[in-house]
């Protein structure tokens, strides 16, 4: 076999293609057009190159900066023999690196993997072994956690890992790389790779509802599309100051419209460590910043904190996008009639299908729905449980099938057969009902997934982790509503009753210590722990966490 057909193989492996019939639709529309990320980035940085691309701290990158770091910092990535189709699990907080480092990565053709800061050596671990990733990328500290730790573990875990390179410092331990001295790539370019825009370029991860975070196949010319498409919706043009305050790897952050609709329009990324509304009111000042995106739960704690006296900023930003979980309508009305703000709400998944409501609805339904499609290719279908679909405004499940949504999951065929539908359909698993006006609102979740603020847990997976516990029988995490969040998550547990038990408190710390020990992300550890002698039972036999929920509200 000659070489270039083995490394097709290699890129196409464990990858769910869309069918030959689609992609000629999405290219004759125009959606998909032939560019990579890669020149997409270079494109911006042509067009907009003493434009500032982002402001991260004291420091300030013109669009042609940062591509020349980009530039660089593949030349060292490449100077250390990473190829086309390796991987790199990036995990860094909102700082200029991330960037350098995704479109380095993505210039040779190496496929990162989006980390979130909040995981831990189970997660992460469990990406490079999926991958086979063979450069973990991540901070020395940040929020008080010390990531040369989670790396180390990793390393002793998984045999594809050849690099961690820190960006900091390296601190006592041995084996791990610091950021490099780019300047000494300067002048040098690497060979673009052979690579093309229906290749898949990186992975987003999902919050999943069964086992562990499933990794999900985005293409360049299916990412490009819902990026350009989403900038277009959400008018970002060159004078747009986004702050960006949820975590810079999260697909919302990304492409909805996110960093990258920026960058297409040459706008200004502020990059925010701090989610409080203190740093992020000052940034919000000092820099004219007219494009927010927030979870619900950051939101509500904005509005506390005018509420008790803040100055009014919601009303100085031209837009504030809220998802990533229902937002209360309440707190949507407060919003706009107290606090004169532009709102737009936004119901998307890294898999792929991102709804808007759009600047000209009425105000109602952007208090009230989660707005509509992107395209008018992105299929919906609103279906029973025996998937056959619904008359128009009932509620049901979710499905759907388009221009940027995803076929399958990375590499697990069984679980595939699961989420999507035999034609292709994504099962979002969301319960949602569209209104006479086609807006779509968010009615529950079908699936077994806590949305702890916008951050998702697997039930399952931290059921697995806990029925592990020698002493216990068996578990269920169930979601609890909370005011601030919107749900947290209580563990039900059935313990092997012992005479030299301690105290429930005492246990409760043990049990939430055995988690993260573990090493799962730090939102997914149980925020309550209930013990109980049984569980009740469904008439199929299992776990009623129905009943379950009913008695935590009770
Ligand atoms: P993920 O698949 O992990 O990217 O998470 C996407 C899921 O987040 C969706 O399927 C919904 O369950 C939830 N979600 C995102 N945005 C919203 C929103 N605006 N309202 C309600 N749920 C949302
Ligand atoms: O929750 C999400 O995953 C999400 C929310 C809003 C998302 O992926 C998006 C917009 O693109």
Same mark, same amino acid.
């Given at each position: 076999?000659?070489?270039?057909?083995?490394?097709?193989?290699?890129?196409?492996?464990?990858?769910?293609?869309?069918?030959?019939?689609?992609?000629?639709?999405?290219?004759?529309?125009?959606?998909?057009?032939?560019?990579?990320?890669?020149?997409?980035?270079?494109?911006?940085?042509?067009?907009?190159?003493?434009?500032?691309?982002?402001?991260?701290?004291?420091?300030?990158?013109?669009?042609?900066?940062?591509?020349?770091?980009?530039?660089?910092?593949?030349?060292?990535?490449?100077?250390?023999?990473?190829?086309?189709?390796?991987?790199?699990?990036?995990?860094?907080?909102?700082?200029?690196?991330?960037?350098?480092?995704?479109?380095?990565?993505?210039?040779?053709?190496?496929?990162?993997?989006?980390?979130?800061?909040?995981?831990?050596?189970?997660?992460?671990? !469990?990406?490079?072994?999926?991958?086979?990733?063979? &450069?973990?990328?991540?901070?020395?500290?940040?929020?008080?956690?010390?990531?040369?730790?989670?790396?180390?573990?990793?390393?002793?875990?998984?045999?594809?890992?050849?690099?961690?390179?820190?960006? +900091?410092?390296?601190?006592?331990?041995? +084996?791990?790389?610091?950021?490099?001295?780019?300047?000494?790539?300067?002048?040098?370019?690497?060979?673009?790779?052979?690579?093309?825009?229906?290749?898949?370029?990186?992975?987003?991860?999902?919050?999943?509802?069964?086992?562990?975070?499933?990794?999900?196949?985005?293409? !360049?010319?299916?990412?490009?599309?819902?990026?350009?498409?989403?900038?277009?919706?959400?008018?970002?043009?060159?004078?747009?100051?986004?702050?960006?305050?949820?975590? %810079?790897?999260?697909?919302?952050?990304?492409?909805?419209?996110?960093?990258?609709?920026?960058?297409?329009?040459?706008?200004?990324? %502020?990059?925010?460590?701090?989610?409080?509304?203190?740093?992020?009111?000052?940034?919000?000042?000092?820099?004219?910043?007219?494009? %927010?995106?927030?979870?619900?739960?950051?939101?509500?704690?904005?509005?506390?904190?005018?509420?008790?006296?803040?100055?009014?900023?919601?009303?100085?930003?031209?837009?504030?996008?809220?998802?990533?979980?229902?937002?209360?309508?309440?707190?949507?009305?407060?919003?706009?009639?107290?606090?004169?703000?532009?709102?737009?709400?936004?119901?998307?998944?890294?898999?792929?299908? %991102?709804?808007?409501?759009?600047?000209?609805?009425?105000?109602?339904?952007?208090?009230?729905?989660?707005?509509?499609?992107?395209?008018?290719?992105?299929?919906?279908?609103?279906?029973?449980?025996?998937?056959?679909?619904? @008359?128009?405004?009932?509620?049901?499940?979710?499905?759907?099938?388009?221009?940027?949504?995803?076929?399958?999951?990375?590499?697990? @065929?069984?679980?595939?057969?699961?989420?999507?539908?035999?034609?292709?359909?994504?099962?979002? +698993?969301? &319960?949602?009902?569209?209104?006479?006006?086609?807006?779509?609102?968010?009615?529950?979740?079908?699936?077994?997934?806590?949305?702890?603020?916008?951050?998702?847990?697997?039930?399952?997976?931290?059921?697995?982790?806990?029925?592990?516990?020698?002493?216990?029988?068996?578990?269920?995490?169930?979601?609890?509503?909370?005011?601030?969040?919107?749900?947290?998550?209580?563990?039900?547990?059935?313990?092997?009753?012992?005479?030299?038990?301690?105290?429930?408190?005492?246990?409760?710390?043990?049990?939430?210590?055995?988690?993260?020990?573990?090493? &799962?992300?730090?939102?997914?550890?149980?925020?309550?722990?209930?013990?109980?002698?049984?569980?009740?039972?469904?008439?199929?036999?299992?776990?009623?966490?129905?009943?379950?929920?009913?008695? &935590?509200?009770?």
């Amino acid at each position: 076999m000659s070489e270039q057909t083995l490394l097709e193989q290699k890129l196409w492996e464990g990858i769910v293609q869309y069918p030959e019939d689609f992609v000629e639709k999405y290219i004759a529309k125009g959606y998909w057009f032939g560019q990579t990320l890669s020149d997409f980035f270079i494109e911006c940085a042509e067009k907009y190159a003493q434009n500032t691309a982002i402001i991260c701290g004291e420091r300030h990158f013109s669009y042609a900066q940062l591509q020349q770091h980009i530039d660089e910092f593949a030349v060292y990535l490449s100077k250390q023999g990473y190829q086309i189709g390796d991987s790199v699990v990036i995990q860094l907080p909102n700082i200029a690196e991330f960037f350098i480092a995704y479109f380095g990565a993505l210039r040779i053709g190496m496929r990162p993997i989006m980390s979130l800061p909040a995981h831990r050596h189970a997660e992460v671990s !469990h990406f490079i072994g999926q991958t086979q990733a063979k &450069l973990y990328i991540c901070a020395d500290r940040f929020m008080g956690f010390d990531y040369r730790k989670l790396a180390l573990e990793c390393k002793q875990r998984c045999e594809s890992l050849q690099q961690v390179l820190v960006v +900091g410092t390296s601190g006592e331990l041995s +084996g791990f790389t610091t950021w490099p001295d780019l300047s000494k790539y300067q002048q040098q370019r690497v060979v673009p790779p052979n690579l093309t825009a229906r290749h898949v370029a990186f992975f987003q991860l999902s919050g999943g509802s069964t086992g562990t975070p499933k990794l999900i196949p985005r293409t !360049h010319d299916d990412y490009l599309y819902s990026v350009r498409a989403s900038a277009d919706i959400c008018e970002l043009n060159q004078t747009t100051k986004m702050l960006m305050v949820l975590p %810079v790897a999260h697909n919302f952050s990304m492409s909805s419209a996110g960093s990258l609709g920026l960058f297409y329009t040459g706008g200004t990324l %502020v990059l925010s460590q701090d989610p409080t509304a203190a740093a992020c009111f000052a940034l919000i000042k000092q820099h004219k910043v007219s494009h %927010v995106a927030l979870v619900p739960a950051l939101a509500a704690a904005w509005v506390e904190a005018v509420s008790k006296g803040a100055e009014n900023i919601f009303s100085q930003l031209e837009v504030l996008q809220v998802g990533g979980a229902r937002l209360a309508d309440a707190l949507a009305r407060q919003l706009i009639e107290q606090y004169q703000c532009r709102l737009q709400q936004v119901f998307g998944m890294a898999e792929g299908l %991102v709804n808007y409501t759009r600047y000209n609805d009425d105000i109602e339904q952007i208090i009230s729905t989660q707005g509509s499609r992107i395209s008018a290719d992105d299929e919906i279908k609103v279906v029973d449980d025996e998937d056959r679909e619904l @008359p128009q405004g009932e509620v049901g499940h979710l499905l759907t099938r388009g221009p940027y949504t995803i076929r399958g999951y990375f590499n697990v @065929p069984e679980h595939n057969r699961n989420a999507f539908t035999t034609d292709g359909f994504y099962r979002t +698993g969301d &319960l949602v009902r569209i209104n006479a006006e086609g807006n779509i609102i968010v009615e529950g979740r079908s699936k077994d997934q806590i949305n702890r603020g916008g951050e998702k847990i697997a039930t399952e997976e931290v059921e697995q982790v806990l029925n592990q516990h020698p002493q216990i029988i068996q578990s269920a995490l169930v979601s609890m509503p909370d005011q601030m969040l919107g749900e947290k998550s209580c563990a039900y547990i059935q313990w092997r009753t012992d005479t030299t038990d301690p105290s429930p408190t005492r246990l409760m710390m043990q049990l939430r210590q055995y988690v993260q020990h573990y090493g &799962l992300a730090t939102y997914k550890i149980p925020d309550r722990i209930e013990f109980v002698e049984d569980m009740p039972y469904t008439a199929l036999g299992k776990i009623d966490k129905k009943a379950l929920r009913q008695r &935590l509200v009770a």
